[in-house]
T-cell receptor, first 113, second 113 residues
């Protein structure tokens, strides 16, 4: 088995601050994802990456940057945190291409004061 | 862009009854349809999937039906148990786009003892 580790679990920031979330997986999976989960809005895809150094924009990429410098890690940066923003960011990974289940991390909860 | 709509935001059933959650998708090129479960306070995990070359798949008490003409798929949970209570998400992936997975907004299922 493997595991996806997201850090930090909780992140508190100030308006306008740049904030970075990290995700590590030891499945040796090719594809990694960042989703944002807001109450009542399901999961929205921010960025995904099908291999090291690849980045693909999702539907919610504006306001975010991502980086996949190693196969095992995928980081997400909130470029300018919005006041009163609160959301959970979920990292996931999947092996290879085509169909196959996603494995999710436990999530990183962001609160902006 | 492609969308996945989940028709029931909440669903309440009595223990032992069946629960049905319905989803529709917009892109006819979608070919892979997984379902995920999120228990309270936890992250998502995979429960079952169906590919577009079949119209029915069963795994124990879970049945997924796919109607490609109507662009509709559904999750049937038979003989529900209290531990089935959770948020269920449907999702869809487009053929040829090996990475992008779009989720519905989720259905909160409550199984009443």
């Amino acid at each position: 088995g493997g595991i996806i580790t997201q850090t930090p679990k909780f992140l508190i920031g100030q308006e306008g601050q740049k904030l970075t979330l990290k995700c590590q997986q030891n499945f040796n999976h090719d594809t990694m994802y960042w989703y944002r989960q807001d109450s009542g809005k399901g999961l929205r895809l921010i960025y995904y990456s099908i291999t090291e150094n690849d980045l693909q924009k999702g539907d919610l990429s504006e306001g975010y940057d991502a980086s996949r410098e190693k196969k095992s890690s995928f980081s997400l940066t909130v470029t300018s945190a919005q006041k009163n923003e609160m959301a959970v960011f979920l990292c996931a990974s999947r092996s290879g291409q085509g169909a196959g289940q996603l494995y999710f991390g436990e999530g990183s909860k962001l609160t902006v004061l | 862009g492609e969308k996945v709509e989940q028709h029931e935001s909440t669903l309440s059933v009595r223990e032992g009854d069946s629960a049905v959650i319905n989803c529709t998708y917009t892109d006819t090129a979608s070919s892979y349809f997984p379902w995920y479960k999120q228990e309270a306070g936890k992250s998502l995990h995979f429960v079952i999937d169906i590919r577009s070359n079949v119209d029915r798949k069963q795994s124990q008490r879970l049945i997924v039906l796919l109607d490609k003409k109507a662009k509709r798929f559904s999750l049937h949970i038979t003989a529900t148990q209290p531990e089935d209570s959770a948020i269920y998400f449907c999702a869809a992936r487009i053929t040829g786009n090996t990475g992008k997975l779009i989720f519905g907004l989720g259905t909160t299922l409550q199984v009443q003892p």
